[in-house]
């Protein structure tokens, strides 16, 4: 059993036109729409997405939104002069991955889960967080070797450890896809799991999509969901 779910531009939605997409919508059998292109977090949600969210509810539709997580790894058209306020992403080799924020910066998870509280007031069902950082397209620059990790690794390990100590098991994650998917479940699990230690945290079913190789190297998508 599996649900036809489609992702819709929120932008491109407005009063004149919902009528146009709900009947697409229907005669494809859809089951669920996604509600793409919210944005950057922001102090206000704009109310086209309050209203696209209520009307395709009131029509009897499962609503969720698709949003941006971790951050492309490069600087987007537009996005430029963007303000990196957290702790960006690091490779082995020691070069950051601009507009890419690191989970493990306990700041970025608290600001990234705020926003999804105030997502969550829309109404919504469910907020999945995309793979926009495509951890498992990535070769030689998977995994996070910025102070944050090399600190908590080194916890865990009880010894001190650099770059150079982590390198050979990095290497050998390299060598094969099957064992990035859980260094990006990782990644993306955290910021999942932050927006439910929020002193009041959203009533929403949240979740994580991402990609995975299959034979021939084409990627095939993967939806994990948590309550």
Not at 5 to 30: C, F, H, M, W
Not at 108 to 114: E, G, K, L, V
Not at 183 to 212: A, D, I, N, W
Request: aromatic fraction near 8%.
């Amino acid at each position: 059993m599996f649900k036809l779910s489609v992702p819709i531009s929120t932008k491109t939605i407005n009063k004149d036109n919902r009528e146009i997409y709900l009947k697409q919508i229907r005669e494809a059998g859809v089951d669920r729409i996604f509600l793409c292109g919210v944005g950057e977090p922001v102090e206000e949600i704009p109310e086209r997405i309050v209203e696209n969210v209520r009307f395709f509810k009131d029509n009897g539709y499962e609503v969720g939104i698709w949003l941006a997580s971790i951050g492309h790894g490069f600087v987007l058209i537009g996005a430029a002069d963007a303000e990196e306020k957290f702790s960006q992403i690091e490779t082995i080799k020691g070069e950051k991955m601009h507009h890419a924020n690191c989970p493990m910066d306990a700041e970025f998870r608290t600001y990234f889960a705020q926003f999804v509280a105030k997502l969550a007031k829309t109404g919504a069902d469910i907020i999945m967080l995309d793979d926009d950082f495509r951890m498992s397209q990535r070769e030689e620059d998977v995994s996070c070797a910025c102070p944050l990790h090399l600190k908590r690794i080194g916890e865990i390990l009880g010894e001190d450890i650099t770059r150079e100590k982590l390198f050979p098991s990095v290497e050998i994650l390299n060598q094969s896809a099957a064992l990035l998917q859980p260094e990006m479940l990782l990644f993306q699990g955290k910021l999942c799991k932050t927006c439910g230690f929020l002193p009041h945290p959203p009533s929403v079913r949240t979740g994580h999509l991402s990609q995975r190789e299959r034979q021939g190297g084409a990627p095939t998508p993967v939806q994990q969901e948590e309550s």
